[in-house]
């Protein structure tokens, strides 16, 4: 063996060594080592959205910034982004980063530039129109993520700063008579690196585009937890959690998000308190469980929360009245839009109960305790000899419903079915998708989705929003432009609550139900035993002429086409892993 090949193998040997040694050094050091299942990657921007100067004598080679970076300074010269203050004017401009994303920036910065380097004001926008706010009017604020901030740049360096949820980017020049060359400006995606298992396509490429965009959004709240939003709300939010959980199981399969998430509200909630301080998310937290061990079959980790859901189950039985009515305290809680009809809250509430009971039966029987088993039977008897009014709201029609107080056929045809997609909410509006197709509506649900869901699409959203109302749409700007003298800009002027204007989460996770809602009555896959052990399909076209996607199992993925005949009988084809039963329907 020649000296060049020993030199060779000592090297490698070497280096595997140190490898090995790295994690073990450094917990030597720090013995408090918190690991993220995050990676991140760098995006650079896709378009120079506004200059502050458009003579090019302030804002030099802007379009050069939009060139691929590497994320090194180096060097050497080149034609590169330069910003130009004199004493009264502040050189900035706009950047796009091509759709919605939670980190920060990176900017790289060139051998040209004085020791010490200015200061830049950064501000992330999910909206143009954000990007150009003060922090602290129009509803902009640093809320559980800083997204107007100021830094100062190093030298023939680079910086790496900021974690919001954001497209878009302002960076203006602060300081007076001062010039700043930055050779690169990219945003910095932190993301979970998982496969997108489930799948969904049709005809109709405005619905492929709401199932993905559906799941893209719980996708950049898969965080170390479950976030509600990225910007803001950027919290472990039970409730909101479920349609979020739905998504996952249609799109991503079992994540270990939805456990850590989950246990972490359990942990942080001793009985008998509430979950966020709200008596629903705690009733949201046991159907998740349900659904949860129904897609994945997961039996010890259901058994390790036995002792909270039978507490629970045993609390929530004490809040119903003499004759059958729910009386919970608490934050009483739907959503934001019902919120001020204290009717339509009671009846969801009544629902929520009836829907808990349920569940809790189901998990009970699984987890071998009759004796809790029979008191959500007993306590579901009694709840169902009060049955509340629809209060003319979709959320409580939608409730109602689903827990089987009104039959969907009424709630749809009264409720639901009236007003087009006015009175929707983006968070229950999953819950009013599927009531409507529980009455058989299912027409009806896929033409709310293109209209209500599609025109956050049409005003430029790569994620879904918060809240949104139809309404809206009328003279308004998209958010992806500067907004047109005479038109209406959609972030800075609505939103209630707890979300007026720019506060407003244009990435809300809750917003999703269509992803799940397509795959479960479209595609048609419904899991009827845990861990999808058996799945019947029955789907429903309606206006469709085919529509084909995947469905995760823990035994692998099913595959699955329909197709409509010239008799108009749909042919169904399929792939399935030998331990998942298919029942075609």
């Keep these: ?111 040209n530039n004085q020791n010490p380097v200015g200061h830049v004001r950064i501000r992330l926008g999910e909206s143009v129109s954000e990007t150009m706010s003060e922090a602290g009017t129009d509803g902009a604020t640093n809320d559980h993520a800083m997204r107007d901030f100021t830094v100062q740049l190093p030298w023939l360096g680079r910086l790496l700063v900021g974690e919001s949820g954001f497209r878009f980017a302002r960076i203006d020049l602060l300081d007076p008579d001062a010039k700043i060359e930055l050779k690169e400006i990219s945003a910095v995606l932190r993301y979970r690196d998982i496969p997108y298992l489930g799948s969904f396509a049709c005809n109709d490429e405005r619905l492929n585009k709401i199932w993905m965009t559906g799941a893209y959004t719980v996708h950049l709240n898969m965080q170390d937890y479950l ?171 939608a409730l109602l419903a689903m827990s089987g107080l009104v039959s969907p056929q009424k709630a749809n045809t009264e409720v639901l079915a009236k007003d087009g997609v006015h009175k929707m909410s983006t968070f229950y509006g999953y819950y009013m998708l599927k009531a409507r197709a529980m009455g058989g509506d299912y027409q009806g649900a896929m033409d709310n989705i293109r209209e209500y869901w599609g025109a956050m699409l049409d005003l430029g959203a790569t ?9 809206w749409t009328k003279n308004a700007a998209r958010i992806d432009e500067l907004v047109p003298e005479g038109k209406v800009d959609v972030h800075k002027t609505y939103g209630g609550y707890c979300y007026e204007q720019y506060r407003h989460s244009f990435c809300h996770g809750w917003a999703s139900g269509p992803t799940s809602w397509l795959t479960q009555y479209v595609l048609g896959l419904n899991v009827m035993e845990p861990a999808c052990r058996k799945i019947r399909v029955e789907p429903h076209l309606g206006d469709l002429e085919w529509v084909k996607g995947t469905f995760p199992t823990p035994y692998g993925v099913v595959t699955i086409e329909h197709r409509k005949q010239a008799d108009g009988k749909v042919k169904t084809t399929f792939d399935a892993p030998k331990s998942v039963k298919v029942i075609i329907d």
């Design 1 to 111: 063996m020649n000296n060049k090949v020993l030199l060779i193998l000592l090297f490698i040997s070497i280096s595997v060594c140190v490898s090995a040694q790295l994690p073990s050094m450094v917990a030597s050091a720090n013995q408090s080592i918190r690991s993220t299942a995050l990676t991140q990657k760098l995006l650079s921007p896709v378009r120079v959205v506004w200059k502050s100067d458009e003579t090019g004598t302030k804002v030099v080679n802007a379009e050069n910034i939009l060139n691929p970076g590497i994320g090194q300074a180096d060097l050497n010269n080149g034609q590169y982004l330069t910003l130009i203050n004199d004493k009264e004017s502040k050189a900035g401009l706009i950047l796009d980063f091509g759709c919605e994303i939670q980190g920060g920036i990176e900017i790289v910065t060139t051998i």
């Design 227 to 397: 976030w509600d939003g990225v910007k803001r709300d950027r919290l472990v939010w039970v409730g909101d959690m479920h349609p979020e959980v739905m998504t996952i199981n249609s799109v991503f399969g079992n994540n270990e998000v939805v456990p850590k998430s989950l246990d972490l509200a359990r942990d942080l909630t001793p009985l008998p308190n509430w979950m966020n301080g709200i008596s629903s998310y705690s009733m949201w937290w046991l159907l998740i469980q349900r659904d949860w061990y129904y897609y994945h079959g997961d039996l010890q980790y259901l058994k390790e929360q036995k002792d909270y859901i039978i507490g629970l189950l045993n609390l929530l039985s004490e809040k119903i009245d003499e004759n059958g009515k729910e009386m919970l305290d608490g934050n009483r809680f739907l959503d934001w839009p019902s919120s001020e009809n204290q009717e339509a809250v009671h009846a969801g509430l009544q629902s929520m109960m009836v829907m808990s009971f349920d569940a809790g039966a189901d998990l009970c029987e699984i987890l071998g305790d009759k004796k809790t088993a029979k008191l959500c039977k007993t306590s579901v008897e009694k709840l169902k000899k009060h049955v509340p009014e629809i209060a003319g709201s979709k959320q409580a029609a």
């Design 463 to 471: 994620t879904f929003w918060e809240d949104f109302d139809i309404d």
